[in-house]
């Protein structure tokens, strides 16, 4: 079935470690976003990208890193620099644009971060 | 910058009573607007759709229409049940010449319905 995967699905960490979660979708969806949640927040918009080998900010990109080295694969690197990394992060992805439906965002289960 | 505002929760009903979750925007342009809902421990699941005024978004019995006069997109549905026990968020899309298909949610409204 076609789908996102995150990876893995709850992490624990040290405080001044970087961790990576993964995003993965074979929907061969163009455009590919992160975002965060917080208990009792809407989601905030992390990074996306529309292309291979490009992306942009979203409105809370400080402290966070991500890579499209494939159409596929969407990675997101916490860093130590991000100063309250616990959180629900998901991923979703969106087919080009142009095509009907195409602003719907299809998401993943979710990766859950705890910062000790 | 646009923006979504949605009802406090929780909100809680017996079952089969009905919902309205209320959800009013600011946008600029003529944004898509989208229910998600969330149920415990999963990502989210788009619920229903609206891409221009007037239009209505329906859904397992969920509905909602776009409403430019008011700006709003609130949901509806006639008879809940306790599988619908869940947050809802909702979100409207930039349709401007970008395109770049980022969302902008609300801040969620949780659904708890007792038998």
């Known amino acids: 079935d076609g789908g996102i995967t995150q990876s893995p699905k709850y992490l624990f960490r040290k405080e001044g470690q970087n961790v990576t979660l993964s995003c993965e979708q074979n929907l061969n969806h163009d455009a590919m976003y992160w975002y965060r949640q917080d208990p009792g927040q809407g989601l905030r918009l992390i990074y996306y990208s529309q292309i291979v080998n490009d992306f942009q900010k979203g409105d809370i990109a400080e402290g966070y890193s991500v890579s499209r080295e494939k159409k596929e694969s969407f990675p997101l690197t916490v860093t130590s620099a991000q100063k309250n990394p616990t959180a629900f992060y998901l991923c979703?992805?969106?087919?080009?644009?142009?095509?009907?439906?195409?602003?719907?965002?299809?998401f993943g289960a979710g990766s859950r971060l705890t910062v000790l | 910058g646009d923006s979504v505002t949605q009802m406090e929760g929780p909100v809680t009903l017996s079952e089969e009573a009905f919902l309205t979750i209320n959800c009013t925007y600011t946008a600029t342009g003529y944004p898509s607007l989208f229910w998600y809902v969330q149920y415990p421990g999963e990502g989210l699941q788009l619920l229903l759709k609206?891409?221009?005024?007037?239009d209505k978004g329906s859904n397992k019995g969920f509905e909602a229409t776009y409403r430019k006069e008011t700006t709003s997109f609130h949901l509806e549905k006639g008879s809940v049940q306790v599988s619908d026990s869940a947050v809802y968020f909702c979100a409207l899309s930039d349709t401007g010449s970008s395109n770049t298909g980022k969302l902008i949610f609300g801040q969620g409204t949780t659904l708890q319905v007792k038998p």
């Open positions: 979703a992805s969106r087919m080009d644009r142009g095509i009907s439906g195409a602003n719907v965002l299809t």
């Open positions: 609206a891409t221009k005024a007037d």
